[in-house]
């Protein structure tokens, strides 16, 4: 299957009362994802920074679900603010949640940030590695006692093939000494799958799996920054020389859409997938030993103390 040539995926059964929360899908995949799994009814949370672009999202949702099919049977949007970039913001979006919601049955941790200037989040980490992994490290941590409480369950990270550059800087994982964009996104995405591969080995047995994946080659507002690292109208110059080589929308959602719901992978976890299929991930990614340093690294930074699984299920 080519780079560019994947199909949406056909989703041939519903989730009605089930509820699903997908970080930034206020635009692309995520969006799509939202709406997809909506006109399953499901029960959707909109997790997302911006609150306004969420709505008008929401309503565009709505609109299309409509017009294609008005007698389908939806589900519900729901919208929450979250701010990857802000431990306060994520706090407070996972009590809201906990408060609200008596499940978590499929956990999408989409939204990213994809080469920008140098920036750090509200609690000092570099943009993308704090956004990136931090920021879905913690929100998953806080969410696990709902989501164990919802089993079977799936937790669906998006990474991407830019893992294969990646390598942990563990001397400088906030890129205070140097910064390259493209380096620390490799490294933000390769954390993505080692951190999905230590989640899978401690939630083994509980009834939660765990999926990294890449959605492919996408023209969204994730790249929104390139502009600025390389010079203003770039994107407009690189679009029509990388097309033939990207997904739509619908086929980048479809991975995504393939560990959230397809069966056949209901019996695996921690796995890394690719086209709607499993995928050997670069050797860096494989690595349980960083797997497991990332996570003690993670928690160390984070403040938090770490998860006894048997206490998470019974809390």
Not at 20 to 45: D, F, M, S
Not at 133 to 155: D, K, N, W
Not at 259 to 268: G, H, K, R, T, V
Request: proline fraction near 3%.
């Amino acid at each position: 299957m080519g780079i560019g040539s994947s199909r949406p995926y056909t989703i041939n059964s519903r989730i009605d009362g089930k509820t699903v929360l997908i970080t930034g899908c206020n635009t692309g995949i995520g969006k799509y994802t939202a709406q997809e799994l909506y006109r399953i009814g499901g029960r959707i949370i909109m997790a997302c920074r911006d609150v306004a672009k969420a709505e008008q999202a929401a309503e565009d949702i709505r609109k299309v679900v409509s017009e294609a099919d008005p007698e389908n049977k939806v589900g519900e949007l729901i919208i929450k603010k979250l701010d990857l970039g802000s431990k306060e913001s994520i706090r407070s979006c996972a009590d809201d949640i906990k408060q609200s919601e008596k499940q978590i049955n499929i956990l999408i941790n989409n939204a990213g940030v994809m080469i920008p200037p140098y920036q750090k989040t509200t609690d000092g980490f570099e943009l993308q590695f704090g956004t990136n992994h931090l920021g879905h490290f913690y929100l998953t941590y806080l969410l696990l006692p709902t989501i164990l409480a919802s089993t079977p369950a799936r937790i669906v990270n998006v990474s991407s093939v830019a893992h294969e550059r990646g390598h942990m800087n563990w001397d400088d994982l906030n890129s205070e000494k140097s910064y390259h964009a493209r380096t620390a996104y490799s490294q933000s995405k390769l954390a993505n799958v080692l951190f999905s591969r230590e989640l899978a080995s401690r939630l083994e047995g509980t009834g939660v799996n765990v999926y990294s994946l890449h959605p492919g080659i996408i023209l969204t507002e994730l790249g929104r920054h390139v502009d600025e690292i390389y010079f203003k109208g770039f994107r407009r110059i690189l679009r029509p020389m990388l097309s033939p080589f990207t997904k739509s929308i619908e086929a980048g959602a479809a991975t995504t859409l393939y560990c959230a719901l397809d069966e056949s992978i209901a019996n695996e976890s921690g796995c890394y997938y690719s086209d709607c299929a499993k995928k050997e991930a670069a050797p860096q990614a494989r690595n349980d030993e960083d797997a497991k340093k990332l996570w003690e690294v993670s928690l160390k930074l984070l403040g938090l103390e770490d998860i006894n699984i048997n206490e998470k299920q019974t809390s």
